[in-house]
């Protein structure tokens, strides 16, 4: 067997979902751990490193904002595949991951608009302005909160996905907007400084902190997600079984 | 007018709140959906898939 069909195999053995709950079960406890050892770690360097000179402390808003951010959009780019997966493929399990992630990435968008704010106002003196970068991520939280009320308006989860799959497919022409916004027009808020050519712009002071924040809040997003996934199995198990016995209840009578 | 440091606690306040609010909600929501799943196999009620002896 070719080293791709093997891959295939692994991938569409996932789409059992007993078997991504027993996958689950057996990750879960280790991303805990590990996402509780990360922000331990991330929080002590972020409250020990210096201010910066000009910014003072303030800089230290940075080390959730910034992660908070890549989250929202790292999120919904995570939807989009699951969307793909809906879409093309008929992955059982897409709709689920997609469904699951949709209320994570609307609180990682809230906190990243939120600590946007408060470091706006001493550093620009101003909570909020309407510039590209801050309206397309407030665009970005309002499609999260769109797809979760769409999700919850439907009853039927087949009927559900496609729906929200082509949605999601839409709104992802978000994201690259999101990203180049703040090269594309004049904005506020500053361009890239950690991913960029020519090597990040941000003394290792202040990266060492951010990077790990980062790489904790990631560790935070898959194990709500997995987590949330299987919670979305198990509500769709509850409902048909209820829908089974009432079914076998009627013939009963 | 609040100063620097009250801005870096507020934002570490509302993430501590935010990310606390989530695990909780997936926490008491797997909770809830293992206790109905529960109450559905001791009333006897099994999935097709289980009755037909495809157990995996």
């Known amino acids: 067997m070719s080293e791709n069909s093997l891959a295939i195999r692994k991938f569409s053995d996932l789409a059992n979902p007993t078997r991504f709950l027993a996958l689950a079960a057996r990750v879960l406890p280790w991303f805990a751990g590990l996402t509780v050892l990360l922000f331990a770690a991330g929080l002590y ?23 908070a951010a890549w989250l929202s959009m790292m999120c919904y780019s995570v939807m989009a595949v699951s969307a793909l997966g809906t879409l093309v493929w008929r992955h059982p399990l897409a709709d689920v991951a997609a469904r699951a992630a949709a209320p994570i990435g609307a609180s990682f968008t809230f906190l990243a608009l939120v600590t946007g704010s408060l470091w706006g106002k001493p550093m620009w003196g101003t909570w909020w302005v309407w510039d590209a970068r801050l309206t397309s991520v407030f665009v970005l939280f309002l499609m ?34 999101i990203k180049f916004s703040v090269e594309w027009w004049n904005t506020l808020h500053q361009p890239a400084s950690v991913l960029r050519l020519g090597g990040s712009a941000i003394d290792p002071e202040f990266l060492r902190p951010l990077l790990v924040m980062a790489v904790a809040f990631t560790m935070l997003f898959f194990t709500l997600h997995i987590a949330a996934m299987r919670n979305e199995i198990w509500r769709r198990r509850v409902t048909s079984m209820r829908r089974q016995a009432a079914r076998s209840a009627g013939r009963e009578v | 007018m609040m100063t620097h440091t009250a801005y870096v606690l507020a934002s570490y ?38 009755q037909a002896g495809d157990v995996q």
Not at chain 1, 166 to 173: A, N
Not at chain 2, 23 to 28: E, K, N, Q, Y
């Open chain 1, 144 to 177: 999260y909160l769109g797809l979760m009320a769409l999700n919850r308006a439907m009853d039927e989860p087949g009927k559900a996905a496609k729906v929200s799959a082509v949605l999601i497919l839409v709104g992802f022409v978000n994201i690259p907007i």
């Open chain 2, 13 to 50: 306040g509302i993430a501590a709140v935010t990310v606390l609010a989530l695990v909780l909600w997936v926490w008491t929501d797997g909770r809830a959906r293992r206790r109905e799943l529960q109450a559905l196999e001791a009333a006897g009620i099994r999935r097709r898939s289980v």
């Open chain 1, 45 to 67: 360097l972020s409250f020990t490193t210096e201010g910066d000179y000009q910014q003072g402390e303030t800089v230290r808003i940075m080390y959730v904002h910034v992660p």
